[in-house]
């Protein structure tokens, strides 16, 4: 099943902050973030599993509550550069991944 | 080097045509997949290939033949496709799958973006 991501879509401001949120209705044991540009492909941002471990770049955050099974990115002091479709993708087990529908993050100078 | 190549960039195929997308990693990846991605909507999975094995096939058509010639390689082989399929067609890696693939990030190639006349 799909995880349902929110907000649909969010414009920032240089330099401002946002929050996207993924959830799901099963236990999961692995959250991936993506970011897609318009006409280009995913690009990997951040994984977390099951029991704490995460993987990333530096200056992208995420948290991962799995008694929620719920996941949150943080774009923090925004850049022109943050703007893309981000995606979030769950593993209710150790297997395939069930991407959500996305949220669109427009950054304006 | 953490590039996935996908050839060609763009195809135009009759619905009476045979054409073959072809995805190359050279990262030591064991799991490659094919996604099918449709305007402003998640790529969608399709096949997951593990040790070159097919392990995952979401049901597609059968007009969609999927091959892992090598651990390098993945093509994705055409036929009688309707104006539906038309969308971008991702390919994409990630690392040993013996420990459950949606362990590890997946890198994604730039697509291929079919239509289908």
């Known amino acids: 099943q799909q995880p349902v991501q929110s907000p649909q879509a969010v414009i920032l401001r240089e330099g401002e902050d946002a929050v996207i949120n993924c959830s799901s209705s099963k236990a999961l044991y692995s959250v991936h973030w993506y970011r897609q540009k318009h006409g280009e492909a995913p690009v990997f941002l951040m994984i977390?599993?099951?029991?704490?471990e995460q993987k990333g770049h530096e200056k992208i955050s995420a948290s991962f509550n799995e008694k929620k099974q719920q996941s949150s990115l943080y774009l923090t002091a925004s850049q022109l550069s943050y703007s893309g479709t981000y995606f979030c993708g769950t593993g209710d087990s150790w297997g395939k991944l069930q991407f959500g529908a996305g949220t669109q993050v427009v950054v304006t100078p | 080097d953490t590039e996935v190549t996908q050839t060609p960039k763009h195809l135009v195929m009759g619905m009476t045509n045979k054409k073959s997308l072809k995805c190359e990693q050279h990262m030591g990846h064991r799991a490659m997949y094919w996604y099918k991605q449709k305007a402003k909507k998640p790529p969608e999975l399709m096949f997951v290939y593990s040790y070159e094995k097919l392990s995952i096939n979401e049901s597609v058509p059968s007009r969609f033949s999927p091959e892992c010639p090598n651990s390098s390689l993945l093509n994705l082989h055409l036929h009688a496709l309707q104006p539906e399929d038309s969308a971008l067609y991702l390919c994409?890696?990630?690392?040993?799958?013996?420990?459950?693939?949606?362990?590890?990030?997946?890198?994604f190639g730039p697509g291929t973006r079919l239509t289908v006349t």
């Open positions: 994409a890696s990630s690392q040993d799958p013996s420990g459950g693939i949606s362990r590890y990030e997946q890198y």
């Open positions: 977390l599993l099951k029991g704490g």
